[in-house]
C-alpha cells in the first residue's frame, strides 16, 4: 500500500493563491496515475483534478477548470495542486490519491483510487 503525505493547506482570502503537495515516500510512484478530491464539511467527496502517469495528460472538474493545476514530479515522488484565484466555494478538505491500475486510465471516481493521503483544509475567507 503507497502511502501519501498532503501539505499545504491554510487559511487564504477569496482570490489567492495556494499549492498542495503530495508526496509518496518509496514505492513505484511512476506507475500510479494520481488525482486529487475534496470534501467539504457535510458533502460528498468530489473529483478535482487527475494526472497521467508521465505526467502528460491532465484532466478537470469543470468548477477548477483554468484556475487550479495538477502537475507531478516523478524524480520527487510528488504531486502538486496550484490553486489560483481561490473562491469561497473552494474551501473543503483536499486529498491526493494513487491509482494503481496499470491500464493507463484516468478516472474521476472516488472507487477508482487505491491509497489515499490524509486530507489538508483549504480555508477560503470571503
Known amino acids: 500500500q503507497v502511502k501519501l503525505i498532503v501539505s499545504g493547506g491554510g487559511l487564504v482570502q477569496a482570490g489567492d493563491s495556494l499549492r498542495l503537495s503530495c508526496t509518496a515516500p518509496?514505492?513505484?510512484?511512476?506507475?500510479?496515475?494520481m488525482g486529487w478530491f475534496r470534501q467539504d464539511v457535510g458533502q460528498e467527496r468530489e473529483f478535482v483534478a487527475v494526472i497521467s502517469r508521465a505526467g502528460t495528460t491532465t484532466f478537470y472538474s469543470d468548477t477548477v477548470k483554468g484556475r487550479f493545476t495538477i502537475s507531478r514530479d516523478n524524480t520527487k515522488n510528488s504531486i502538486y495542486l496550484q490553486m489560483n484565484s481561490q473562491k469561497h466555494k473552494d474551501r473543503a478538505a483536499y486529498y491526493c490519491a494513487a491509482d494503481k491500475d496499470s491500464s493507463g486510465r484516468m478516472l474521476t471516481a472516488v472507487w477508482a483510487y487505491d491509497a489515499w493521503g490524509q486530507g489538508t483544509q483549504d480555508a477560503v475567507s470571503s
Open positions: 518509496g514505492g513505484t510512484f511512476e506507475n500510479y496515475a
